[in-house]
């Protein structure tokens, strides 16, 4: 048998324990006032329907062609390094134009946006690859293309800015001066709330500009189902067996698109799903260290506020190379299923990730990213002593979500021993939680 490329995404929200906690407007947003995102009424019903599998439009699937099925294999030589008692298999999303995953959904949305009449897409990025991805697409479908790029890694990588460049978008780095987002931002210089905020505020002011998003969004993580779903049939292909499923975690669409459709396949067939761990980093301990809260996704106040595992929005992030990771909150999807404990979650030091990342490298001979590095390192410790209660006992599957190419100036810190790795302030992080309302509770929306 050989594994085909799906022609339908599947959807997890028929399989949640309860719905998800509806979005809310920041009480001193009248609705005059209130982001519009424009978002197409596609995009809408995928978020908010309990349809399980969607049919993938055909010039997206199309487009799919040229990277998908991506491949799957057993890293045997990773094993041996690290010393695994289990199989680690290994799905790799780093070979396409975007280096990630994240071209998965920017196709995907590129169509439905220009369907909906939009001719410019916006959008803010942390490492790059979601702006990458969305230059791509928008060039394939004919849209132009913004990117807001948080500053510090667009100077630490200025080829993903000439990539995109490329690609015909127009990049500029966050905080770039030219909004009042950015100019009234305090405290919250190179990150990527910032930089999306950075990007709704731009687009609302352009005639047929549209926002649109990479990660959080329900919708998006849908569109990233193809890798989980991609992944079940190759395993059953090559006789494998995994009961840990492992992805990286900024906001969540490389995690629930790799570890959500196995959480489905296991409700619709009345059998317990593997244990899905998402790999955070420990600079942006949200599903760690963060609190289930109704917080923003950016730095506008005006956006609706979503509930959320987060370490507040305010929260001023370390700097790190992982910029795809320095996000304060995971997507209201992956933080319902962890609030009801079918997600379980471990923080990863950069050191860690990207030691594993070298290590990946030397015996795969595949760079991963830094992010994709936190995911190998979770992968490694629970196929061999495991970390607090976590451990496999059969296989582990673990997503590297795009290729370490771009970041070699990482890798070359590692190396020379300049890299290491700040801890989140405690009395910071409680500050930053402090104001906001548990979901828990109906306590007012935080001001």
């Not at 649109?212 to 989980?228: A, D």
């Not at 290590?359 to 936190?374: D, M």
Request: net charge negative; glycine share 10%.
């Amino acid at each position: 048998m050989t594994v085909s490329i799906p022609t339908k995404w599947r959807s997890v929200l028929p399989h949640l324990d309860a719905p998800l906690p509806p979005d809310r407007t920041p009480a001193r947003v009248t609705a005059d006032k209130a982001v519009s995102v424009n978002l197409p009424m596609a995009l809408v019903r995928q978020c908010t329907r309990n349809d399980e599998y969607w049919e993938i439009p055909l010039p997206v699937l199309d487009a799919y062609r040229s990277y998908r099925p991506t491949p799957l294999w057993r890293a045997t030589r990773f094993e041996t390094a690290v010393g695994a008692k289990v199989p680690i298999w290994v799905k790799y999303e780093g070979g396409n134009i975007s280096g990630s995953h994240k071209l998965t959904t920017a196709l995907a949305q590129a169509y439905y946006y220009r369907n909906a009449g939009a001719r410019e897409l916006v959008t803010g990025t942390g490492a790059g690859q979601w702006g990458t991805a969305l230059a791509a697409a928008c060039a394939l479908f004919g849209l132009r293309c913004t990117v807001f790029m948080v500053g510090s890694s667009l100077s630490r990588k200025p080829y993903r800015g000439v990539l995109m460049n490329m690609l015909g978008a127009e990049v500029q780095a966050s905080p770039s001066g030219t909004t009042r987002v950015s100019r009234s931002a305090q405290g919250q210089g190179n990150s990527l709330s910032l930089a999306i905020g950075e990007a709704v505020e731009y687009a609302a002011g352009r005639d047929g500009a549209a926002f649109c998003i990479g990660s959080g969004e329900t919708y998006s993580i849908l569109h990233q189902s193809v890798i989980g779903i991609e992944a079940g049939e190759q395993l059953q292909e090559q006789g494998g067996e995994v009961d840990a499923v492992v992805g990286c975690v900024g906001a969540g669409s490389n995690f629930g698109g790799v570890a959500l459709p196995f959480h489905a396949e296991a409700r619709s067939q009345g059998t317990n799903a593997p244990l899905l761990v998402a790999a955070e980093s420990s600079s942006a301990p949200k599903l760690t260290q963060g609190i289930y809260a109704y917080d923003r996704t950016d730095s506008t106040d005006t956006s609706p506020l979503e509930a959320m595992y987060t370490i507040g929005s305010s929260y001023s992030i370390p700097d790190s190379h992982s910029a795809g990771l320095r996000f304060h909150g995971a997507a209201k999807l992956v933080s319902a299923l962890r609030h009801s404990g079918h997600v379980a979650a471990m923080a990863i030091d950069q050191v860690v990730a990207l030691e594993a990342g070298q290590r990946f490298a030397t015996t795969e001979l595949v760079v991963p990213a830094p992010e994709s590095g936190h995911a190998l390192a979770a992968a490694a410790q629970l196929a061999t002593t495991g970390a607090d209660d976590l451990q496999a006992s059969h296989g582990v599957l673990v997503c590297v979500s795009g290729h370490g190419y771009l970041d070699l100036s990482a890798y070359q810190q590692l190396l020379d021993g300049e890299l290491n790795d700040q801890s989140p302030d405690a009395q910071a992080l409680l500050a930053a939680v402090s104001g906001l309302a548990p979901v828990s509770t109906t306590a007012a929306v935080a001001q």
